[in-house]
Nanobody, 115 residues
Framework: QVQLVESGGGLVQPGGSLRLSCAAS????????MSWYRQAPGKERELVAS???????NYADSVKGRFTISRDNAKKMVYLQMDSLKPEDTAVYYC?????????WGQGTQVTVSS
């Protein structure tokens, strides 16, 4: 049974930092592309950052230079370091694992950026 479990969300002030973690189990983690998505109230889910099984990364323009995605294949973990957070980063953040046409989602973790 595949599970993706996110953690690390919370309330942070503008300009602050958070580190999200996603723990994977039940899949051959190293062969999966891993991504972080987010969904704000009333908006569609959007891609934030992704890392391929080869280790290359991509970012949404809105988070470039502020967010960093990383993965630890030995621990089956993917991380999202979020710095210089803005109120518009407020959303539920989801971890996604994909290999070819097979994909899995985590349950999400809430990030709220507010003073």
């Amino acid at each position: 049974q595949v599970q993706l479990v996110e953690s690390g969300g919370g309330l942070v002030q503008p300009g602050g930092s958070l580190r999200l973690s996603c723990a994977a189990s039940g899949l051959t983690f190293s062969s999966y592309h891993m991504s972080w998505y987010r969904q704000a109230p009333g908006k569609e889910r959007e891609l934030v950052a992704s890392t391929t099984n080869g280790g290359s990364s991509n970012y949404a323009d809105s988070v470039k230079g502020r967010f960093t995605i990383s993965r630890d294949n030995a621990k089956k973990m993917v991380y999202l370091q979020m710095d210089s957070l803005k109120p518009e980063d407020t959303a539920v953040y989801y971890c996604k694992g994909q290999r070819l046409s097979i994909y899995f989602w985590g349950q999400g973790t809430q990030v709220t950026v507010s003073s």
